[in-house]
């Protein structure tokens, strides 16, 4: 079992995959400092991207390939 804290399974699953590649899709939007150190500690850990911020707009969270796989179990209760 992978050794995730509560906000960063909430993040892993709310990157959702692509419906068409399952790899690129929706990235969750980092708009407090927690959800930006959450998605931070996962692109640290190898899960993840994080993009920005950057002017008016705020960051963004991208499960990488990695990320998928562990939102899949997650999903699935397996992680």
């Known amino acids: 079992m992978i050794d995730f804290t ?3 399974r909430s ?3 709310a990157s959702d995959p ?7 899709g929706c990235g969750v939007e980092l708009r407090t400092g927690a959800h930006y150190a959450t998605a931070k500690s996962l692109e640290r850990r ?8 950057g ?21 699935e209760g397996a992680a």
Do not use: F
């Open 18 to 24: 692509d419906d068409v590649t399952g790899e690129e």
């Open 55 to 75: 002017g008016p707009h705020p960051g963004m969270y991208w499960n990488n390939s990695t990320g998928l796989i562990a939102r899949s179990d997650l999903i």
């Open 46 to 53: 190898g899960y993840g991207c994080v993009q920005g911020p």
């Open 6 to 8: 509560d906000a960063q």
């Open 11 to 13: 993040m892993l699953c």
